[in-house]
């Protein structure tokens, strides 16, 4: 995979050619291109995008992040799919 494309422009960077990035909570987020804010810690791309969660994986066709990731917005076609975990069966024999 060849490293993201950017263009800048004074204080604002264009991403291109698909971006990854991860978090040190263990979230991934993937795009295809996005205009990046600098100063203000703004990103907006409206290409579809793909954050995978640590249960998880979700899917938006817009995503808006505002003040350094202070609030996320996700915009069309938002699809959320959830592994949740199973809840523990009891121990055969066990008493309660």
Same mark, same amino acid.
Request: glycine letters at 10%.
């Given at each position: /995979?060849?490293?993201?494309?950017? /263009?800048?422009? @004074?204080?604002?960077?264009?991403?291109?050619?698909g971006?990854?990035?991860?978090?040190?909570?263990?979230y991934?987020?993937r795009?295809s *291109?996005?205009?990046?804010?600098?100063?203000?810690?703004?990103v907006v791309?409206?290409?579809?995008? *793909?954050?995978?969660?640590?249960?998880?994986?979700?899917?938006?066709n817009?995503?808006?992040?505002?003040?350094?990731?202070?609030?996320? @917005?996700?915009?069309?076609?938002?699809?959320m799919? /959830?592994?949740?975990?199973?809840? *523990?069966?009891?121990?055969?024999?066990?008493?309660?």
């Amino acid at each position: /995979m060849q490293p993201p494309d950017f /263009m800048t422009r @004074r204080r604002n960077a264009q991403a291109r050619s698909g971006h990854r990035s991860n978090s040190s909570t263990g979230y991934q987020g993937r795009l295809s *291109e996005a205009l990046v804010d600098i100063r203000k810690g703004n990103v907006v791309s409206e290409h579809p995008v *793909e954050v995978r969660l640590l249960q998880g994986t979700l899917n938006a066709n817009r995503l808006d992040i505002i003040d350094s990731g202070e609030v996320i @917005r996700f915009h069309g076609g938002v699809v959320m799919d /959830m592994t949740l975990n199973q809840p *523990e069966q009891s121990k055969a024999g066990e008493q309660r």
